[in-house]
């Protein structure tokens, strides 16, 4: 059975944010780019609290531990590839593509590793947490993407999603060097 705590049901709830903010998205509404921007915000905020929660309350579950990264990167994934299609420019697609791609390449990497009995070494690196804070920081950007205070959050997203798309090769090749030395050890 499937413990639906606080932690969890927030993990569950930024899942469901997804189609809320697909339709903001598309909605042809004056204010849907900070309609999107706030919910993906608010996506952020509850990732960062269900993590916090299942720590400080003890609460932690091996459910909530595989839903939250999966929530983390389909909610990416799929902001990403509205991005895309809404750009529809090499320079916000080649980001995009290398971004998602270390996902999947990581996430399967990860299921692997736990397979043959070596997860503890694919665990979240720092350099991984600053890839995922500039992620966050450019998609935020660029939904909104309009002037904010005279600097175009457009153009800001973009510089922040380049550095996100460099840090995301750099923990993906951090994360490849520890599971291949894992397994020639």
């Known amino acids: 059975m499937i413990n639906l705590n606080i932690p969890t049901l927030l993990t569950l709830s930024r899942i469901a944010l997804i189609p809320i903010l697909a339709v903001f998205f598309y909605i042809p509404w004056e204010y849907s780019n900070i309609a999107t921007t706030a919910i993906f915000i608010i996506a952020g905020i509850t990732d960062w609290l269900d993590g916090y929660l299942a720590r400080k309350l003890q609460i932690e579950t091996q459910f909530g531990a595989f839903l939250d990264p999966v929530a983390d990167k389909i909610m990416v994934a799929f902001v990403l590839v509205l991005l895309v299609q809404v750009e529809s420019n090499i320079w916000v697609t080649i980001p995009a593509a290398i971004i ?86």
């Open 100 to 185: 998602i791609g270390r996902e999947i390449t990581i996430s399967s990497l990860r299921e692997w590793m736990a397979q043959i009995g070596q997860h503890a070494t694919v665990k979240v690196s720092q350099i991984g947490k600053w890839k995922t804070t500039a992620q966050m920081i450019a998609i935020g950007c660029l939904l909104y993407s309009e002037d904010f205070v005279g600097v175009s959050m457009q153009l800001f997203g973009l510089g922040m999603l380049y550095i996100a798309a460099i840090l995301t090769l750099w923990s993906m090749m951090s994360y490849l060097k520890v599971a291949y030395s894992s397994m020639t050890d």
